[in-house]
């Protein structure tokens, strides 16, 4: 298995546009994660799936954050309208016999 | 917020020698697990120990958990430079689905 897989890994986008982040977690995990990451605040649960199905989205910041588990496969991250201070690298990740396989991040910058 | 909390938040220690990180969390859980990122990569799982266990050993790693005191530590045994990361603590609460909340992290950096 090629493990969770995120794209892209660099994103530079001007304040105002749509981001859009992609997950495909590891096939058979039931659970999958969106979490951010800054030096200031480290690492953030956004939200996390289970069986498709958001169990908590208490950690997405603002309405400006979306994020869809259409099917076991694959996970979007959607930021409208994207803001300087959403710079900061986001992970997923999927869980399997407990332990959690993160993605390798998308680095977000928006100018 | 954030469940677990180490300390200390960095460490610089010579190669060889032993590093000891903790963490403390505030509510009852099922597990406690300890991952590993190096700069600029995802996290990668070292240990997890359940809430029934006292401690844990995986090869230069041993962990100990007291749920009397909600607090674990990650001990690395004769470090090396390749050790050098940050260090993070996650727990997964009782009854939460699965849930992982994680720490801010040691930054631990072994000097040659």
Redesign the interface.
């Known amino acids: 298995d090629a493990g969770?897989i995120q794209s892209p890994r660099h994103e530079v986008t001007e304040m105002g546009q749509e981001v859009t982040l992609r997950c495909k977690p590891i096939s058979g995990h039931?659970?999958l994660?969106w979490?951010r990451q800054t030096m200031m605040r480290?690492?953030?649960?956004l939200i996390?799936f289970?069986n498709n199905v958001p169990?908590?989205d208490s950690g997405m910041p603002e309405d400006r954050f979306s994020a869809k588990m259409p099917n076991a496969s694959f996970s979007t991250l959607k930021i409208q309208p994207s803001e300087p201070r959403d710079s900061a690298v986001y992970?997923c990740?999927s869980?399997g016999r407990?332990?959690?396989?993160?993605?390798?991040?998308t680095r977000l910058t928006v100018v | 917020s954030?469940q677990g909390e180490e300390d200390p938040q960095a460490l610089s220690i010579q190669e060889g020698e032993n590093a000891t990180m903790n963490c403390s969390y505030k509510t009852s859980i099922n597990?406690l697990?300890w991952?590993r990122q190096n700069s600029g990569?995802?996290?990668?799982?070292l240990i997890?120990i359940r809430s029934n266990e006292r401690e844990k050993h995986s090869g230069r790693l041993r962990v100990t958990l007291d749920t009397s005191k909600k607090s674990s530590s990650l001990l690395i045994t004769a470090s090396r430079a390749a050790d050098t990361a940050s260090y993070?603590c996650?727990t997964?609460m009782l009854g939460g689905?699965?849930?992982?909340?994680?720490?801010?992290?040691n930054q631990v950096v072994v000097i040659p």
């Open positions: 969770v039931n659970s994660f979490y480290g690492l953030e649960l996390y289970n169990i908590d992970f990740a869980m407990g332990e959690a396989f993160f993605g390798q991040g | 954030q597990n697990q991952y990569r995802g996290l990668v799982h997890l993070f996650a997964e689905n699965n849930r992982l909340a994680f720490g801010k992290g």
